[in-house]
């Protein structure tokens, strides 16, 4: 059960971390240039959406390959 529990824990976090990594980039874009910022905070406000992610998703990787 304990290595179970500690690998479950270490899922969570390693999980977390990468999406509080990801909100922070995505932050940085949408400061970093107007096409990306209405994405980016549709994006930001529905965060924890699962449903919404996927919709704006594909609006930000649109900004994204029109900003490189």
Known sequence: ?????????????????????????????????????DAGAEWLNGFNDGELIKLVEDLIKLAIRIYD
Not at 4 to 24: C, S
């Open 1 to 37: 059960f304990e290595d179970n529990a500690e690998y479950g824990l270490g899922m969570a976090t390693g999980v977390r971390q990468i999406r509080e990594r990801l909100a922070d980039i995505v932050k940085e874009l949408a400061k970093a240039d107007p096409a990306i910022h």
